[in-house]
């Protein structure tokens, strides 16, 4: 071999030498090296973990808790590290780090891809106050108008029969649109909440995010836009529902500017209007924000309600506890917000439905916006995804007793106290035990909305239907995809219309429609 030819091996490996020892040296000082990690951290093995996040993430949480408890650690995902952190100590800490450090927007944004399946309006976050604000604010006014969308969807879709025969129902489409309905009902109002057009979009938009989000996080960042380009159904959304919306926000624009305004409607289209046109928001902008409020609602209530429908058909036992209790407070108070907050024991079932799957096993997701340093020293390098282990957290056995068992009415046994410890304990309360809205100040904004409207759902089924699976007390698997944990899409749930000693409904009054609504 010549001697040119000998120098430009020596060079070569030379270089390769130079690449190895840099990337060693950058690697060690990285500081999420020192974090330890559930399963393989060497460059390239990693993707073998990461394989690993998205077929069993729980084991590895759970590996994480027993290995590293009210500490931090670290799994690898196709397109980067997430930090986890357990115990509440730390999850105290997470939520009270400032949006500078580690922010909470950009966490969700990070998680959903919501840049690449929305558009940057998402930067916009004017519609977060006017649901913590003015949706909260308005609640008890605007329930009867969801109850009674409540009642009119169920009849609707789960029609009752004039025998005792039992009819087996696909769930899961179903809660969606009742849920779309509700929400919808006072998002635009009537006829559109009803208008299948409408609900199609809103539900397949919610489904679209979810779907498109989970393709491009398989990628890494640099052709993540270019991925998002090419999966084109949330712009589908918009376009189908610009032409529905924009000619009712241009029509309350004029009703506003001629001042015949003072009836205006009180719905969240009204309200992101009137908050869009102080900001000199486009109107196509609010349609945006519209479709969000849906994405926000749908899906996540769709999956809690589930859950919940799941255990209720599963553990048939408790139906009887519930419907006392509902049917006792509506006898005696009517329906009202009012009413739904005495209703401790249903309260409780959900709480306790949510604690075991509330649809994702991590929550309280934050990124990195500049090198941050905890309280124990861990320094988390900017970029990185943060996120609390939400099942590790409702399952901690030195937090809640028995924590595997499905106790349906374990809150309401907490709420037996005195006054404080009877709130600290209710479905819309956040602790560093009970993760589901968040906690702190980023808390879910909505959750005020969609807890009522959940309850309202189960009173209206337990009042009105016995329930069961076609093989009793078998409840279906979950769907555990990364941190995902949803009820199953296609189960069937058995619905007979309620009988009392061998009689139909007729016998012991008419549940169908409310009797009494106050506000």
């Not at 380009?229 to 712009?235: G, S, Y």
């Not at 003072?262 to 109107?283: A, N």
């Not at 945006?288 to 429908?309: E, Q």
Request: hydrophobic share 40%; aromatic share 10%.
């Amino acid at each position: 071999m010549s001697d040119s030819g000998e120098t430009w091996q020596f060079l070569i490996a030379l270089a390769a030498l130079y690449c190895v020892v840099i990337y060693t040296v950058r690697r060690r000082r990285n500081p999420l090296h020192s974090i330890p990690t559930i399963g393989p951290s060497a460059p390239l093995v990693s993707y073998l973990g990461a394989i690993r996040y998205i077929r069993n993430a729980e084991g590895m949480l759970w590996q994480g808790y027993r290995k590293y408890y009210g500490s931090i650690f670290k799994v690898s995902m196709l397109d980067g590290w997430l930090v986890v952190l357990s115990g509440p100590r730390l999850i105290d800490e997470l939520r009270r780090i400032s949006d500078d450090q580690l922010s909470s927007v950009e966490g969700v944004a990070e998680v959903l891809q919501l840049r690449h399946t929305l558009d940057p309006s998402f930067d916009d976050q004017f519609h977060v106050p006017v649901v913590r604000d003015k949706l909260a604010r308005n609640l008890a006014a605007v329930y009867p108008d969801v109850l009674d969308e409540i009642f009119v969807a169920f009849q609707e879709y789960i029609p009752y029969r004039n025998d005792s025969e039992w009819v087996s129902v696909h769930m899961y489409p179903i809660v969606q649109k009742v849920m779309a309905r509700a929400s919808n009902r006072i998002f635009v109002g009537l006829p559109h909440c009803r208008d299948p057009k409408y609900l199609d979009v809103t539900v397949n938009f919610t489904n679209d995010v979810f779907i498109s989000s989970f393709i491009i996080n398989r990628f890494p960042d640099f052709i993540k836009p270019l991925i998002g380009r090419m999966l084109p159904a949330t712009t589908k959304s918009k376009k189908i529902l610009r032409p529905i919306l924009l000619p009712m926000l241009k029509e309350r624009l004029a009703a506003m500017d001629s001042k015949k305004g003072e009836d205006k409607p009180r719905d969240m289209l009204q309200w992101l209007l009137e908050e869009g046109r102080s900001k000199g928001t486009p109107l196509d902008s609010i349609v945006d924000k519209v479709l969000l409020v849906n994405f926000g609602a749908i899906h996540t209530s769709t999956v809690t309600f589930t859950h919940a429908l799941y255990n209720l058909a599963t553990y048939t036992h408790h139906i009887e506890p519930l419907r006392d209790e509902i049917e006792s407070i509506i006898k005696e108070e009517g329906w009202s917000t009012g009413s739904l907050k005495k209703m401790r024991k249903l309260d409780s079932f959900l709480k306790e439905s949510m604690r075991l799957a509330d649809g994702s096993l991590l929550n309280m997701f934050r990124k990195a916006m500049k090198d941050v340093t905890l309280s124990d020293g861990t320094r988390i390098p900017k970029g990185t995804l943060v996120a609390a282990s939400a099942v590790v957290a409702h399952s901690d056995d030195t937090r809640y007793a028995d924590p595997t068992v499905f106790d349906p009415f374990r809150f309401a046994r907490m709420r037996e106290g005195d006054i404080e410890e009877s709130d600290k304990h209710q479905l819309v309360n956040t602790s560093v035990d009970f993760i589901t809205f968040g906690h702190g100040k980023h808390a879910c904004p909505g959750r005020f909305f969609a807890a009522n409207a959940l309850k309202t759902m189960m009173a209206y089924l337990v009042l009105n239907y016995d329930v069961r699976f076609e093989e009793e007390g078998k409840r279906p698997a979950n769907i555990r995809i990364g941190p995902s944990n949803l009820p199953s899409e296609s189960a069937q749930v058995l619905f007979r219309k309620r009988r009392v000693e061998g009689q139909t409904l007729e016998s012991c009054g008419d549940w169908t429609r409310p009797a009494r609504v106050l506000y």
